[in-house]
């Protein structure tokens, strides 16, 4: 069982990263293992509504960074998808990799996995950030395991932020409890 963690910030380490890594790391304490991966610095090219991925059942773009994040969320169990809020939204990286998922959509290649959304936003915006996230979780037939949003702004603003923090040990702990059952 593995839990994979998408920070989809162009700032490697920032909030949004801190915060999906605050799950993942609640997931290691309980013998869960993580994996983690920030879109910062990759290439994701946006969708191009081409429709070819009906018919060779994945992403026809080839040259870009989309089919190594997707092999691993294919892979995982559960995925942490997490964004900063950008005008009250995903941010344009994530996405172009959330609509990239098209691909896998017609025979519904993830349902049946768990997710995870999780927003960062200086001061509002976290709100539809989540909708947007669950949504796209939603639409995959993935089962919600919950949310999390966080507020920063500064690099590492969010570890000060209380409830977001607790509320990310929380996920954590339902995760281990899902993936790593008591044999009481």
């Not at 790391?25 to 990759?42: D, M, N, P, Y």
């Not at 539809?128 to 949310?147: N, Y």
């Amino acid at each position: 069982m593995k839990v994979l963690g998408i920070s989809g910030s162009m700032r490697k380490k920032g909030n949004t990263a801190e915060l999906v890594g605050a799950i993942l790391g609640r997931c290691e304490e309980g013998g869960v293992k993580t994996e983690f991966v920030s879109l910062a610095g990759r290439k994701i090219l946006p969708c191009l509504g081409c429709e070819k991925c009906k018919e060779r059942k994945w992403c026809i773009i080839e040259n870009d960074d989309w089919d190594d994040v997707m092999q691993k969320v294919m892979k995982c169990d559960v995925l942490v998808i997490g964004s900063p809020t950008y005008y009250y939204d995903v941010c344009g990286q994530l996405k172009n990799f959330i609509d990239r998922t098209y691909s896998l959509y017609h025979d519904r290649k993830l349902s049946g996995k768990k997710g995870v959304a999780v927003a960062v936003h200086a001061n509002k915006g976290a709100v539809r950030t989540i909708q947007t996230l669950e949504a796209f979780l939603s639409t995959h037939e993935f089962s919600s395991l919950g949310c999390v949003k966080g507020t920063g702004y500064h690099e590492g603003d969010v570890l000060k932020d209380e409830k977001a923090m607790k509320r990310a040990q929380k996920i954590g702990d339902k995760i281990v409890r899902l993936l790593k059952p008591s044999h009481d």
